[in-house]
């Protein structure tokens, strides 16, 4: 070995110096990004209203399979497959399959889109943020006696009777608020008359403080993610207390962890369950290999991996379980079920937690801190993905954007931000909820994490993951890792799929239901990331040549082997200057930490 790190080997090699790429500059740093990409608005925002939305328990049930036997074994592979490969989402499996490589850019469409929408929920937040500063000492939500306010707003303890009986419907100064002076809401998605400019302000300045994160690459925003993932639970804590300890939050609880059996009968559950595990856990967006790829070759991930889960789901409960409990306080101030207490949605954060922070001494006090808390969860979550994105884009394109990445991570924020404003009109709601079904949830995720799972565990090989795995960190998984990698995942989600396929529910928004048109426009979201991997198939049987059955045989033949670790060590060669990555003429892969 020389001074410049090539193995003498007479063959031909390619030396990739990972501190060109950048690395994390502490063990811990790693696993707080993580959970702050799993540990965010997919829990707090995201969790709760798909719980209320498929009757409670019978979700947890879902869920609960799902995460089991999908959601933390593809986390674990995803992030050992990026530590090994020192590679993001969009070349990784391409790596591992060259027909699949559609998967890399479906993936970075998914995130893309993703990133599109999810900023909007910090302009929100802002919002609120704001308003609640302006209104000190009360809060605009306390009362009825403001010119965004109408005729059926009531407060807790009037008669609601009396109120029903005159108005038909009645509402609560904060669902006023969320619809009539935050989002400006029409009556549908063909009534997005003006713009909302002080919304539009507010994704300006989410996208300003996403940007400021990542600017140098999220391996150099270190301590920023220990805040951003710790910060959270302390006030998710102090707010579970408070909730737990309302009056009716028994009802509401008892309605979350109660299963409705016959809902497990119908496919939404399973869908919205095993989706809600690839949102929450960020499976299928490329973000788990970006993190991966900055840690050193030997990192435990394992163990990092388990922990993540873990706390993602544990985060997931504690929100349900705040959530439900102020519905259930809700139900018994309006008069009626859990189950019908609000319109369900992407809105109900909005509609609960700023209801049990007016129940707390020191109110406007504490709807600071919260929203300061839904801002860093929105923002911890949201730099993570578009670092997924530029990761991807950079891991294509080295050459053209790495000596520019700069300029391209601001190039990207500005994109999204212009491409946002359309959700921040008077009925951008219904773009938000059209965008949050079909682009980054469901069967897009579903169909592009399948493919993923082919190519890793069926093409790759399950047991040569487990040879990854143990090469870089000495660790052998168990059989029940294979099993799931080969088996389990890839059946739950083929399974739930065709479910989805079959049993297709157009998207609604309350009781709103979409033109045929919008419908049409949701789909063709969905097929903008899908296509990419057919797509891709057909056209790498067009410029490759050879035989049919050569094209076949090469596009599933990895270009990545497995070698023995004693072979993979080279002494000598400080982890902190560089790792190197080795092609040989017979394609095999070695690594040298």
Aim: glycine share 10%; aromatic share 14%; with cysteine.
């Amino acid at each position: 070995m020389d001074k410049t790190g090539y193995w003498e080997a007479g063959a031909e090699v390619v030396q990739v110096e990972r501190k060109e790429r950048g690395g994390w500059t502490n063990k811990l740093d790693f696993l707080f990004s993580c959970i702050s990409l799993s540990v965010g608005l997919g829990n707090v925002w995201r969790f709760p209203y798909l719980c209320y939305e498929n009757g409670g328990g019978a979700f947890l049930i879902t869920y609960g399979i799902a995460m089991i036997f999908c959601g933390i074994p593809m986390f674990f592979q995803e992030v050992a497959i990026g530590q090994y490969l020192g590679s993001g989402g969009s070349t990784l499996v391409g790596q591992l399959c060259p027909m699949l490589q559609g998967v890399g850019y479906a993936t970075m469409t998914i995130v893309f889109l993703l990133d599109l929408y999810y900023c909007v929920i910090i302009a929100w937040t802002l919002f609120y943020l704001i308003s609640t500063f302006a209104w000190i000492p009360e809060l605009p939500w306390s009362n009825c006696d403001n010119w965004w306010n109408s005729k059926s707003c009531f407060v807790a303890g009037m008669n609601a009777t009396i109120v029903q009986n005159y108005t038909n419907q009645t509402l609560t100064p904060v669902e006023e608020f969320w619809q009539n002076r935050v989002l400006g809401q029409t009556d549908g998605i063909t009534s997005m008359v003006g713009m909302r400019w002080e919304l539009l302000a507010c994704l300006v300045m989410g996208w300003s403080m996403v940007y400021l994160v990542i600017c140098r690459g999220i391996h150099q925003s270190g301590k920023v993610v220990w805040f951003t993932a710790i910060f959270p639970y302390i006030v998710l804590i102090i707010l579970f207390i408070r909730g737990v300890t309302l009056p009716g939050a028994a009802d509401g609880l008892l309605y979350f962890i109660t299963p409705r059996w016959h809902e497990l009968l119908s496919p939404r559950p399973w869908i919205d369950g095993a989706s809600q595990i690839f949102f929450a856990y960020s499976i299928g967006t490329g973000a788990l290999p970006a993190l991966g790829s900055y840690n050193a070759f030997n990192h435990n991930c394992y163990r990092d991996a388990v922990i993540t889960c873990v706390i993602n789901t544990l985060t997931s409960l504690l929100a349900g379980c705040v959530t439900f409990s102020i519905l259930g306080n809700i139900a018994l101030e309006k008069g009626t079920s859990v189950g019908s207490v609000v319109n369900s949605g992407p809105g109900l954060v909005f509609l609960t937690y700023p209801e049990v922070v007016l129940k707390l001494p020191g109110a406007t006090a504490w709807a600071i801190i919260f929203f300061l808390m839904l801002i860093t969860l929105g923002i911890d979550s949201e730099f993570c993905l578009v670092e997924s994105f530029v990761t991807g884009m950079v891991d294509n394109w080295p050459k053209l954007l790495r000596p520019h990445r700069g300029k391209f991570t601001l190039f990207v924020c500005l994109l999204l931000c212009l491409l946002g404003i359309p959700m921040v009109t008077h009925g951008g709601i219904y773009i938000f909820q059209l965008m949050d079904t079909y682009s980054a949830s469901g069967m897009c995720l579903l169909w592009v994490c399948i493919f993923q799972t082919v190519a890793i565990s069926w093409v790759f090989g399950g047991d040569k993951v487990i040879e990854c795995v143990d090469v870089m960190m000495g660790i052998r998984p168990s059989k029940f890792w294979y099993f799931c990698w080969v088996y389990l995942s890839p059946a739950v989600m083929i399974g739930i799929f065709i479910f989805y396929v079959l049993d297709y529910v157009p998207v609604t928004y309350g009781t709103y239901e979409y033109p045929t048109w919008a419908q049409v426009v949701g789909i063709g979201i969905s097929l903008a990331s899908m296509l990419w991997i057919p797509g891709y198939a057909v056209y790498y049987f067009i410029v490759t040549p050879g035989s049919f059955k050569q094209k076949v045989k090469d596009g599933l033949t990895p270009r990545v082997k497995v070698r023995p670790r004693e072979v993979t060590v080279v002494p000598k060669l400080p982890m902190s200057e560089s790792s190197v990555v080795l092609l040989t003429k017979n394609n095999s892969f070695l690594v040298t930490p």
